[in-house]
């Protein structure tokens, strides 16, 4: 009775467990029926992304930063009146007196070599177009009261108005070795107020390396030149260790004549030493110099130097120093007495 009791019960729970689980479990022993897997479409459905919104992103704007301009210098310390002497007063080739209205100019025989760093170029690339602003003359020099003084002279046109709109300056030797040592050169003095002594656009340059002129000083080498020139800025438009260290302006008697102004502290003590001049078209190149080693002679007009002048001593023989007296040695009786001038020869007078 029992027995039949126990299978009825087991027969109900069966029938249970069938109803709520839809189908019979399996076995022990035998495979789980595969899992379903839903259902794949033939096509799937692509999803649409939504529209992506450019945004413009402006540029980051940087900031600008605007100079502090410096401060304009403050003179207290002004050349007096220039004082020049009549030893330091020499004369450069003046092409301009060959020259008749209408036709070329003509550079005189000895006024132009090259090779020996005498420039005599007034006239443009064509050799017809003169320029009498670029055309030395005359260069003088004196000192004063703590203060060196230079004056240049140009051509005088008369067919054509003087204006000294180019570039004008002075170079000087210290140590007398044929190299220049110190540029002092001013751009446009026509722009100056008239006769008044201005730093505006006046500079100083040094040669600290000492290769102005390159292997051969004076001369134009056959090497290029590998050297710095004039290296060392000492002074523009008033700006440097002393704002008063050197000026310029047309001079007051003569509006064809540019002066210089320049204290003694810059050279260092020297009174001995080599000066000559320069008249540019175009500015000047400090680091270019001698122009003779560093620019074709063939491209190069419009460019005007002196002769060389020493002051303090004697003259004496060096390159391209200006023609100056030779007292002759003294004479035996009943022979020629000569008096010889460098670069023009002698003249004798015989008994």
């Known amino acids: 009775m029992l027995r039949i009791l126990k299978i009825i019960i087991f027969v109900l729970v069966l029938g249970l467990l069938t109803a709520c689980d839809g189908g019979l479990p399996f076995m022990p022993g035998e495979d789980a029926p595969a899992a379903e897997q839903p ?3 033939d096509t799937a ?5 939504p529209t992506a919104t450019t945004t413009t992103i402006p540029p980051t704007e940087v900031p600008r930063v605007t ?3 410096l401060p304009l210098p403050v003179h207290t310390d002004f050349p007096g009146g220039a004082i020049y002497y009549d030893v330091q007063k020499v004369s450069d080739c003046p092409s301009g007196g060959s020259r008749k209205e209408g036709e070329p100019v003509y550079v005189g025989t000895g006024c132009d070599v090259w090779e020996q760093n005498i420039l005599e170029r007034p006239l443009d ?3 017809v177009g003169y320029n009498p602003n670029l055309d030395i003359v005359q260069q003088q020099f004196g000192n004063y009261g703590g203060w060196y003084y230079a004056r240049m002279l140009v051509y005088k046109d008369p067919f054509t108005t003087t204006d000294l709109n180019n570039a004008y300056g002075i170079e000087i030797d210290l140590d007398i070795d044929n190299d220049g040592d110190l540029l002092v050169y001013v751009i446009n003095p026509e722009s100056l107020e008239a006769a008044e002594w201005s730093a505006e656009r006046v500079y100083v340059w040094e040669d600290r390396d000492d290769d102005v002129g390159g292997e051969t000083g004076v001369a134009a080498d056959d090497e290029p030149f590998e050297g710095t020139g004039y290296e060392v800025k000492l002074f523009e438009s008033g700006y440097g260790d002393d704002p008063d260290l050197a000026w310029a302006r047309i001079a007051p008697a003569a509006n064809y004549a540019v002066e210089f102004a320049f ?3 810059l050279l260092g003590g020297k009174s001995t030493f080599l000066w ?6 175009d500015v000047f190149f400090p680091g270019m110099f001698d122009y003779v080693d560093t620019m074709p002679a063939e491209e190069t007009y419009d460019l005007d130097n002196t002769c060389r002048w020493l002051f303090g001593i004697p003259p004496q023989d060096l390159a ?12 035996p009786p009943g022979q020629c007495v000569c008096t010889c001038i460098t670069g023009q020869g002698c003249q004798c007078t015989c008994p």
């Open 67 to 69: 100079p502090t301009p």
């Open 263 to 265: 204290k003694d502290e």
């Open 125 to 127: 690339q064509t050799l």
């Open 276 to 281: 000559w001049m320069w008249a540019s078209k």
């Open 320 to 331: 391209n120093i200006c023609p100056y007296y030779k007292p002759p040695p003294e004479s």
């Open 39 to 41: 259902a794949i479409p």
């Open 45 to 49: 459905t692509a999803t649409t992304l």
